[in-house]
């Protein structure tokens, strides 16, 4: 059973930044594929970014592109997304999420889930 915890999430103007974290524990880390996803209120869950196991492979939604990063690091257990120039439509609650070996897009295929940190940015 892997517990995730994520933390950094706050109240940030439009064009700001801020860094997520993500703490994984109870398993071994290295064996997930991790995801952010993000929902805001009223609308589905989104995909945002991923990683594979080794963090060679790295995938992203279209509307965090050349915007948001994700990375990990299997020494600490924890997974990060930077997310820069925050835009309004960027607010969310952000979940991060792990599935054994394979990443997916798809939300329903993720494992484990943290309980999620809220994002505001602010027009």
């Known amino acids: 059973q892997v517990q995730l915890v994520e933390s950094g999430g706050g109240l940030v103007q439009a064009g700001g930044s801020l860094r997520l974290s993500c703490a994984a524990s109870g398993g071994s880390f290295s064996l997930y594929a991790m995801g952010w996803f993000r929902q805001a209120s009223g609308k589905e869950r989104e995909f945002v970014a991923a990683?594979?196991?080794?963090?060679?492979?790295?995938y992203y939604g279209d509307s965090v592109k050349g915007r948001f990063t994700i990375s990990r690091d299997n020494a600490k257990n924890t997974v990060y997304l930077q997310m820069n120039s925050l835009k309004p439509e960027d607010t969310a609650i952000y979940y991060c999420?792990?599935?054994?070996?394979?990443?997916?897009?798809?939300?329903?295929?993720?494992?484990?889930w943290g309980q999620g940190t809220q994002v505001t940015a602010s027009s």
């Open positions: 990683i594979n196991r080794s963090g060679g492979n790295i």
């Open positions: 999420a792990a599935r054994l070996f394979r990443f997916s897009y798809h939300w329903r295929d993720y494992n484990y």
